[in-house]
Structure formats: C-alpha cells, structure tokens
C-alpha cells in the first residue's frame, strides 16, 4: 500500500515538472493568446431615414448608426441626407440623398422633445421641385428618433419661416402634421381631412415602406379612408403596392385611451383556417395608425376575437 503510494507521489511530480518544462519552452505570446483576444460588438445599431427612391418618392428605409445621444444621432443622420456627405456610404442600394452637397449643419440642440438644427445657407440650393421634399426628409427623419417629436430648422441663425422657391409658408415648429409625399385630391376645403398611408414599394428584391399624405373630400374617420385606399385598385395605377385584400372591410373600430381596436371580416388574413395575417398588411395599417392617431397599441380583431396586438412604438 505505501509503495504504491510513493510511485503515485512520484507520477504526479514527474507530471508536475514536464508541464512546468513545457511552459517554460513554449513562448509567451502563444500562452497569452486568450488573455489578448479583443471581443467585437457584433450587434448592429440602426436607425430609420427617409431617402429618395428611383420613382421620387421618400421611402422608409434604415442605416447604421453608431451614435448614443439625441444630438450626436441627428447629426449622423443628417449627415446621411447631404449629397456627398461623410455619411453616404451608408445609404441603400436603390436609394439616394436629397439636401444639397454643400450644406452644412452649423448645430443641434435637444429640449423637451425638441430638435433645434441650425444649417448654412447652402441648405436652400436645391431643385425647386425638391425644395418641399427635402423638408419633410427632415422632419420624417428626425422624428423618428425616440423622443424627437419636433423639429425647428434654422439657416445661418435664422428660424427657416419661408421656402425661397415654391414661397411655402413653414411654421415655426415642424412636425409630422406637415405631411410626405403629398398628393391632393379636393374640389373644396369643405371637409377636408389630411391622412397619411403606407404602402409598399420594392427596389430589386427589397420592399419597403413608402408614407403618402393625401388631402382629400372625406370626413370619415380615418382608419377608414386608411383601409379603403390600401384595398382600391387604383393602387395599382401606381408604383405603390399594398398586399391588403380587396374584399377586406373594417366592420369596427374602438379608440380606447392609448389603444385603437379594428375588427375585420375574414379577408385580413393570408390564411383563413391558420388566422395568418401579412407582416406587410400588419406593417401598414399600424404604421399608418402610427401616423395619424395618437395611440400606444393597435389591436387587430375579427369577429370579436382578438389576433394580435401590436405596440406601435416597436414598429420599426
């Protein structure tokens, strides 16, 4: 018994003495490998952008960002936005920039919701035609910042009150009211109603979402011109698509404090029997809900039953 736990002591030290002769002969940057591995951050940070598509259209699309603060994310943002930029790289295939090369932010300031972006003069060289777009890029953009909910726009210190070419009128502080990619269609301003609707359009194989204010004769609620102008055919007089079915009707509609309920007939789903509803159809409505009603929550029902609820600030 005592031999054999002298030859046990005698192996461990034989083992002992080889693993320290190994370290001793292998270098220290193999050894040290572990110890020098640098970890990357592989997750990717994005932010929603409103761009110039090939039909002209300011469409919904995302870019990586890389910064933390309010400020520091207008301005990378912007910066996106300037023909030229440090940022255009960044912009999807299908998509371009719409404020002129030279422009240049002067300073971005956050308050209380409030986005205070003063530019150089450069900012009003652009196409006549583009003048009012590039300012609902602005607005679109910069709201979409969590806790952005206004915009003033500065040039050379000066409150911007007046395009210089169309001579349209801005107010003071801009917000999502100003509308996007307006189309009118009124006889009268008797009531007048304003709503916005997304619909999809598609770049190669790539959809995405395209916001449009209409000014038209209707004094429903709005949901309901939502859902009859996703459902009519002259969609597709247009380059703009929607995958909501023709026969689908809103039957009714509840607006609690911060929820908004919509009951369906059977034609909102994709699959009857599986109750499957289009991530498109479900992006559309609650985007364009997003835009026109102020609510949290979106709840989709049909026939009393509940199919899905979705928080319209995760709406991305």
Known sequence: MLKKKMIRKIIVSTSALFALFLIYMIPNEKLDIKQNLEYVNLEVVTNT???????????????????????????ELVEVLISGGEGENKIPSGFKSILPSETKILSVKYENN??????????????????????????????????????????????????????????????????????????STKDLNQVTIYYLNKHNDNYYYV????????????????????????TYNTNLLSYLNSNTEILAIEEQPDILELTFNSYIFSDVDNKDILE????TICLSVKDNYDVDEVVIKSEDEEILKTVLKEIK
């Open 211 to 234: 916001p449009v204010t209409k000014y038209l004769n209707d004094n429903r609620d709005k949901i309901k011109i939502i859902i009859d102008e996703l459902t009519s055919t002259n």
């Open 49 to 75: 952008i409103y761009l110039l598509d090939d039909d002209n259209y300011l469409g919904k699309t995302d870019v990586v960002v890389n910064s933390t603060s309010i400020e520091d994310k207008v301005k």
């Open 114 to 187: 409030l986005i205070k972006i003063d530019f150089s003069k450069d900012l009003l060289n652009i196409n006549k035609d583009l003048e009012e777009k590039m300012i609902e890029a602005l607005i679109y953009t910069i709201t979409s910042i969590e806790d952005v909910e206004k915009v003033i726009i500065y040039v050379e210190g000066n409150v911007l009150s007046k395009l210089p070419q169309t001579n349209i009128t801005l107010p003071s502080t801009l917000d999502r009211n100003f509308g996007i990619n307006k189309t009118y269609d009124f006889t």
């Open 280 to 283: 498109e159809v479900v992006y």
